[in-house]
């Protein structure tokens, strides 16, 4: 989805050019790095190839077709454009997850209008065996919610179980929808409310299912997860970036990576503390590798959350200022 702040964007990019993320110049997959594919301008998701290590499948979100791109974390560069055949014509692409299953999942379900469309889409295909361009057949799944329509950015798929969850939008509060233990065809698949979220601009689970994700604008948080449903929560280190879209686990749990929209969008590395993926009862973000540091995300834990928090907090309050001043000029 486009920004939020459209009235001072550019004030935003000048408040945030000091915490801007650095990415890493390393050889290394699950690196930072900077998506290169011009083609991208809007990455809405993020997910961890399981089978073709150091890639990441991405999206964009509206306005672009059909389209799914697999790109290099060593160079930036779209090593694979993968068309989804099959399928109506996409409205709002805001995720992507991956399954046990081995499929990619891929959420139409952005909805800016908050609530007009009575219905969205999920579309699953085989991850490819090969990176080249390719036409792939989809299968559409027709989505509705128990409670009615509403917007949404965020959809994971439970790396043991295979259930999709998704997880609304709002400013006063999402919800976290989980849908039936499996998807049909010729049938709507309702999902129906299991949790209370914050505002959620997308969400990934751990390898090992035991943690969940979501992030938000300036900040992330961390869910125990079990029998379907969150449990304690904490605060998760997250970098502040220029428009924080997407978030998702490196394939062996090892890192959180999280995404952002624009053209030559960076993608930070955060380090997951020890190496279960979340699921050693530690809270997933505690550390950060050198190219996530400069980012905020600097071996800190919570109180560096807080201090990213806090700066946007400022970042927000700095451009409020900003429109305020320019509006008493225009009244002198």
Do not use: C
Not at 71 to 94: F, H, L, N, Y
Not at 282 to 300: E, I, L, N, T, Y
């Amino acid at each position: 989805m486009r920004s939020y702040l459209t009235v001072s964007g550019a004030a935003a990019l000048l408040l945030l050019a000091g915490a801007a993320p650095a990415v890493a110049s390393g050889d290394g997959a699950d690196r930072s790095f900077t998506i290169e594919d011009p083609r991208i301008t809007e990455s809405s998701g993020l997910a961890a190839s399981r089978a073709h290590p150091g890639i990441y499948w991405t999206h964009n979100d509206s306005d672009d077709g059909p389209y799914i791109y697999a790109v290099d974390s060593r160079t930036g560069k779209t090593v694979a454009t993968i068309t989804m055949q099959g399928v109506g014509r996409p409205r709002d692409v805001e995720a992507i997850s991956i399954g046990p299953d081995g499929n990619l999942y891929v959420g139409d379900i952005g909805d800016n209008l908050n609530g007009s469309w009575d219905h969205v889409w999920i579309y699953r295909f085989p991850e490819p065996k090969q990176l080249k361009d390719a036409t792939v057949r989809a299968t559409q799944f027709d989505v509705k919610y128990a409670d009615g329509p509403r917007n949404a950015e965020a959809l994971m798929v439970h790396p043991t179980t295979g259930r999709v969850y998704i997880a609304s939008k709002n400013e006063d509060g999402g919800g976290l929808y989980e849908g039936p233990a499996k998807l049909t065809t010729g049938a709507t698949n309702v999902f129906r409310r299991v949790g209370e979220v914050p505002w959620v601009t997308d969400g990934a689970f751990s390898p090992d299912g035991k943690e969940l994700v979501l992030r938000s604008y300036f900040s992330a948080r961390g869910y125990a997860f079990g029998d379907g449903r969150l449990g304690a929560d904490h605060a998760v280190q997250a970098p502040l970036q220029r428009q924080a879209e997407s978030v998702t686990y490196t394939a062996d749990g090892s890192a959180l990576m999280f995404g952002s929209e624009g053209a030559q969008s960076d993608v930070v590395r955060v380090d997951v503390s020890g190496s279960g993926g979340g699921g050693d009862g530690k809270p997933p973000s505690r550390g950060g590798d050198s190219s996530a540091a400069s980012a905020g995300a600097g071996g800190g834990g919570t109180g560096d959350v807080k201090g990213t928090t806090l700066t946007g907090v400022l970042v927000l309050a700095g451009i409020g200022f900003l429109v305020f001043m320019g509006r008493r000029r225009k009244g002198r």
